[in-house]
């Protein structure tokens, strides 16, 4: 019986100084480091896997699917450039709650999903892909929510698909104004060279200057968690390059020509305080335009997409949804009933 009993204390003591999943990804020195599909970053939802061949190769697309599969409705939430799938959590918990299926696609390129060496990136490829993936899972109508470059990519996919959107959600997209207008064209070695360069600390610092009026606190680090693991990563430059490659159809798609052809219920959900302008800093010669006014943006969009609602958050940025979640998810809930 006693040796029974020290068998026992043996096996949990070695079961609790077992390594955790994300202790694996750490290397000697403890830095925690991820590969190109960030194995040992866990989600906050079971990730699935959707194998596609697109562009002659084969390539797997990872996304979650929450909430129960007889849901009275579903919605697709796509994520923007500097994220993926994972920043969604609180928003699609809030949305299961409400008998929502929600699915949440992390885009090649991006994430858990595959990093190709050569991909002709667009936004019409990417909603594509996704389209196939609801093919996949059988889901003939749903809503879709775009934030940042996701709403670039939620406007390609509702003129290309309007027979499969109930309703279009953008909060703070890109794209609402057409940057090959006004930006020098740059090769994709330029994106990939400033990619290679990329440090924690200047992501922090780009953040927390565009996005977050100056402030900065855990929660919005623990969203980069991920870069942090991929830059100490062996893998960098692969992601690096993924990363340059989707420059490409931000600045050469004209996503404004798009917006008077949607006939979808429409919501757009604008921080006024948001000031992003992907190129201004190669803003070609003579252009004295501000890139990035989202008070006067938002206000345009509404304009050119009929029947659209507005909902303007006041002092609010690019990241509504994590810079005060609760006056978003007020709007968000409005949207939701129209």
């Known amino acids: 019986m006693k040796e029974n009993f020290w068998k026992i204390i043996f096996v949990t003591c070695l079961v609790l100084s077992l390594p955790s999943y994300a202790d694996i990804a750490e290397g000697a020195d403890g ?7 960030l194995d040992g970053f866990e989600y906050p939802f079971a990730v ?20 129960k599969k ?20 609180r928003v699609a918990k809030d949305l299961v709650k409400q008998n929502y299926r929600v699915i949440i696609p992390d885009q090649i390129g991006f994430g858990k999903s595959s990093k190709p060496d050569a991909y002709q990136f667009s936004f019409a490829q990417l909603a594509l892909n996704t389209k196939k993936l609801m093919d996949h899972l059988t889901i003939d109508k749903f809503d879709v929510v775009g934030h940042s470059m ?62 977050y009026d100056g402030k900065w606190s855990q929660q919005y680090e623990k969203l980069l968690l991920p870069l ?13 390059w993924n990363n340059a490659l989707t420059y490409g159809p931000i600045f050469s798609e004209n996503i404004v020509a798009k917006l008077p052809q949607i006939d979808n219920k429409t ?58 979640y609760s006056a978003f998810i007020a709007a968000f809930q409005k949207a939701l009933a129209l």
């Open 31 to 37: 830095e925690i480091k991820y590969n190109k599909e």
């Open 48 to 67: 699935n896997t959707f194998e596609l061949n697109s562009q002659n190769q084969p390539l797997k697309m990872r996304y979650m699917d929450v909430g």
């Open 70 to 89: 007889s849901a009275d409705k579903t919605i697709v939430l796509l994520h923007g450039k500097n994220f993926a799938g994972y920043y969604w959590e």
């Open 150 to 211: 996701g709403g670039m990519l939620a406007v390609t996919f509702v003129t290309n698909y309007s027979d499969s959107v109930d309703k279009l959600i953008l909060v703070n997209p890109i794209g609402l104004e057409n940057y090959s207008e006004y930006v020098e064209f740059k090769d994709t070695n330029f994106f990939y060279e400033t990619q290679l360069k990329s440090t924690l600390a200047g992501a922090i610092r780009y953040q927390k200057n565009n996005y």
């Open 228 to 240: 942090k693991g991929m830059l100490a990563g062996d893998d960098w430059a692969s992601v690096a």
């Open 267 to 324: 919501i757009l959900i604008i921080g006024t305080r948001d000031k992003t302008g992907p190129g201004r800093g190669w803003l070609k010669p003579g252009v004295t335009r501000t890139l990035g006014d989202y008070a006067a943006l938002g206000q345009n969009a509404h304009r050119l997409i009929k029947d659209s609602v507005l909902f303007e958050l006041e002092g609010l940025g690019h990241m509504p949804h994590y810079e005060d």
